[in-house]
């Protein structure tokens, strides 16, 4: 066999661990600019682990919406791979190991951090639907936006109150609220970004009779309601929200100003370099105004 050292010294296990990361970390950075950019704001004793949370909900995203596809999978092969993705990082966090690198990457992070099948589960049951259901109402939009975002947010929130602790702990109810709402932000921001997309190409519709008003509305609330906690959040943690936060409250602003078309609704980079660097001095997240 080869030897297995790695430049810095690490073997076995210790190596493995590293690789598993850098490899979470290169798929957000194939993936994701914008969450590339408000991840490097986050201290590095968080930094690896939302990544590797992100890494996971990227692939299993991929799996239904169109690499999947594209390699050949019908709708039944696609939920056949994703439920075996699930079935990997349940046995992968009990374990302690994963022959899948990403897998691998974010059940060190569950370990360590607390994250459980309470989460896991509605995040893999958002993704089948993606398979089953094309069409959403209100109470359908709400349960696919909890498993597909708000449980990403309360990960992440695992991961920003217990990386580094001996033992995992609940986060404050005000952190889950805050951490739900955002993420039910940054979804319905999506939805409505996507519209077009997400209709002729996959062929869904999210919102439902949801009017874009309505949408916005719930949009300005779930951004407040998110700002007024992310002070509360750890030191090492907050200019990364405040980033990823002020980026979604100019994207809303710029849906509110624009008229639905076929044109994808953007935030150009020196505004988002410019809304990182306010983050980055320490300014409060941004006020949502109408």
């Known amino acids: 066999m080869n030897d297995t050292r790695s430049a810095g010294g690490a073997t076995g296990l210790e190596l493995y661990d590293r690789t598993a990361q850098d490899v979470a970390a290169s798929v957000i950075a194939a993936y994701s600019t914008s969450f590339g950019l408000a991840s ?14 992100y890494a996971l ?27 075996e993705l699930e079935v990997e990082t349940l046995t992968a966090i009990r374990r302690g190991f994963s022959a899948n690198l990403v897998v691998h990457a974010f059940a060190r992070t569950a370990r360590e951090c607390g994250i459980g099948a309470d989460l896991i589960g509605p995040f893999f049951a958002s993704m089948r639907t993606d398979i089953e ?51 039910a932000a940054f979804q319905d921001v ?40 992310i002070p509360l959040l750890p030191a090492d943690c907050r200019r990364a929200v405040t980033a990823a936060h002020d980026l979604f409250e100019a994207l809303a602003r710029r849906l509110r ?22 983050a980055w001095l320490g300014f409060a997240p941004r006020g949502v105004r109408a």
């Open 40 to 53: 490097r704001m986050l201290g590095p004793r968080v930094r690896p682990h939302v990544r590797n949370v």
């Open 57 to 83: 909900a990227r692939i299993a995203d991929e799996i239904v919406d169109g690499p999947a596809e594209a390699a050949g999978l019908d709708h039944s092969a696609e939920r056949d791979v994703l439920d």
């Open 133 to 183: 259901t094309s069409s959403h109402d209100l109470a359908s939009h709400d349960a696919y936006v909890y498993g597909s975002a708000e449980v990403i947010g309360l990960m992440c929130l695992q991961a920003f109150v217990n990386a580094g602790a001996s033992t995992p702990r609940q986060p404050e109810p005000v952190l889950v609220e805050g951490a739900r709402r955002l993420g």
């Open 190 to 229: 999506n939805f409505l970004r996507d519209l077009d997309h997400d209709a002729s190409a996959l062929g869904r519709d999210y919102l439902g009779a949801s009017s874009r008003a309505e949408v916005l509305a719930r949009i300005d609330a779930d951004l407040a309601c998110a700002a007024a906690v």
């Open 257 to 278: 100003r624009a008229t639905p078309s076929r044109t994808r609704v953007r935030v150009p980079n020196p505004v988002k370099a410019a809304l990182a660097a306010r």
